[in-house]
Structure formats: structure tokens, C-alpha cells
């Protein structure tokens, strides 16, 4: 069974950085198509950063230039780096992943199966 355990998450200023980590258990994240999705209450879930097991990435518009989606093979463990955060940057974060395959991955929320528990993030102005 496949786990995924995200952290990293926290407050900072506007402008600032996080890295957020998705540790993946159960199968190993090179086999995988994995994805960083954002929620704020009230609205849908966004996808946002995804990286097909090739490592070829794709990103959404409103944080292309910004973020940065990597993963460690050897550590079996999901990254983003998020650089000038914004305000509107503020959700619950989380990893997902899926078994299979989309050049860049995707960023559509219906074909991962498997999702970690998330972690918030705050960007204060």
C-alpha cells in the first residue's frame, strides 16, 4: 500500500520560502507520477506542480517561476520549492500520486488515486 507523508509547511511573509517534502512509502516515487495540489476552504483543490517518472514537469500558471517541483529518488521523497510567496499562496498543501502516465504528469485531481493527509501553509502580507 502506498503511503505519502507531506511537511514542511508553516508561516512566513510575504515573499518568503518553504520547502515542503512528501515522503513515499510503499512503492518507490521513480514508478510514479506525482503531483502538489493546494485547497483553501470553500474552494476546489488545485493542482499545481506535477513530475512524470522521467522526471519531466508541468506547472500551473499561477505559480510558474515561483515553485519548483523535484523528487529524490534515492530518498524515495517528493519537493516543492516555493520561493516569493504570496498571500494568495495560503491552503493546505498536498502531495499525491498516481501509477500512471502523463508526459510532465498531470495536474488533473481525479486520476490519483493516492493522497497525503496535507500540510497548511500561511503567507501573511
Known amino acids: 500500500q502506498v503511503e505519502l507523508r507531506e511537511s514542511g509547511g508553516g508561516s512566513v511573509q510575504n515573499g518568503g520560502s518553504l520547502r515542503l517534502s512528501c515522503v513515499v512509502s510503499g512503492h518507490t516515487v521513480s514508478g510514479y507520477s506525482m503531483g502538489w495540489f493546494r485547497q483553501v476552504p470553500g474552494k476546489e483543490r488545485e493542482g499545481i506542480a506535477s513530475?512524470?517518472?522521467?522526471?519531466?514537469?508541468t506547472y500551473a500558471d499561477s505559480v510558474k517561476g515561483r515553485f519548483t517541483i523535484s523528487k529524490d529518488n534515492g530518498k524515495n521523497t517528493l519537493y516543492l520549492q516555493m520561493n516569493s510567496l504570496k498571500p494568495e499562496d495560503t491552503a493546505m498543501y498536498y502531495c499525491?500520486?498516481?501509477?500512471?502516465?502523463?508526459?510532465?504528469?498531470?495536474?488533473?485531481?481525479?486520476?490519483?488515486?493516492?493522497w497525503g493527509q496535507g500540510t497548511q501553509v500561511s503567507v501573511s502580507s
Open positions: 499525491a500520486a498516481t501509477p500512471g502516465f502523463w508526459n510532465g504528469g498531470t495536474l488533473r485531481e481525479d486520476v490519483y488515486p493516492t
Open positions: 513530475i512524470d517518472r522521467y522526471g519531466r514537469l
